[in-house]
């Protein structure tokens, strides 16, 4: 929130022209899985849009497929109680389609991941189920479900987001759940059905199943690690917008870890038909010209008319007017800035309109008044939101942005 006001998580855009969900579907497509059903929920209009426009490449003769499911409400009449309930209210369906694994994923975590190779490792550790495991320090283990793992990879302990970690041998690290699961099918339907008995569950595959199989299964932990610096390769949860500030403010890194322009790894998403993205120099003030863009990612149909931007990341269809100064922000599809603007750390969601002369973080009390601003100090401007800020009058040195109160009508003016 507020960025999923009207839209489901996974539909949040992210990296300029991409969705959550794409990273995730990405993932599957490169890793040979092609047969994919999304189980949605609430507010899913702009999810399910998205998977109808950018993802229909799949082949129904090769029995290809992806598809959202919605609650069916087969068993009950209740929505999704959580991860594990969504699974087993579901099982009609997987009953019919009858895999001899499920892989099951979240769809709002940003990471390149080879799901084959995972498989291959569930199959060699002849597992019941095989959790994808990452490794944290230990100052960030309470945002986790963290796993104790024995020499065998084998997980003999689980706690959710504890407060300390002790190691369970000299070369034990704080390993956390990444989300990303397989499962034998007829291991995963008898403990779902068995946590579906159960009054006093969260229903949950950290919370709930993966506890439960420990201590009665054969569970493994696949070390998620880049194969050639043998470091833990990039993962990011992006549960809040804190998090997914950072992971968008990672891609802009120069020594990204996270590169998506990887031909190797293409990472597909849906795109309108825009112009080429296009910066044009200010000539109003040919002597006090700043134009410029510094490390940033610019989407196509965007137009930069003067002003500075760094450290940005736009989305298609953006327009920067005239000696307006953007830096460390994220700014969504259809965006207008206009002139003599000063912005810096916000999201501004799609379609809002900065008028003339407006200041946005830059005065965190009166942001706060008007919009959503994190602990961290980012605002955030949600979709549909009008913005009346009262005009600034500019002094002579656009660069120096100096105040001028005038007072007229007996009213405070910018």
Known sequence: YPLTLDRAKPA???????RLIDFTLSNCINSGVRKIVILTQYKSLSLEKHLRLGWNIFESELDEYIFPIPPQMRINGDWYKGTADSIYQNLYFADKVDPKYFLILSADHIYKMD?????????EKNADATVATIEVSRKTISHFGIMKVDKKDRIVDFNEKPRAFKPLHDTSRPLANMGVYIFNSD??????????????SHHDFGKDIIPRMINRGRVFAYDFRDENTRKPSYWRDVGTIDAYF?????MLSPNSRFDIYDTDWPIRTHKAQYPPARMRLDHQYPKKRADACFNSIVSAGCIINGGILRNCVLSPNVRINSHS??????LMEGVNVGKDCKIKRAIIDKGVNIPKGTEIGYNTEEDRENFYVTQSGITVIAKGTKIQYPQRKITKSHEAFQPCFLSVAGELSW
């Open 12 to 18: 949040v855009n992210f990296g300029g022209i991409y």
């Open 115 to 123: 799901y084959s190779k995972m498989l291959t490792f569930h199959k």
């Open 187 to 200: 291991i995963l339907k008898y403990f779902l059905k068995e946590d579906a008995r159960r009054e006093k």
């Open 246 to 250: 950072k992971a968008n403010m990672d």
């Open 325 to 330: 100064h953007i830096r460390d922000s994220i």
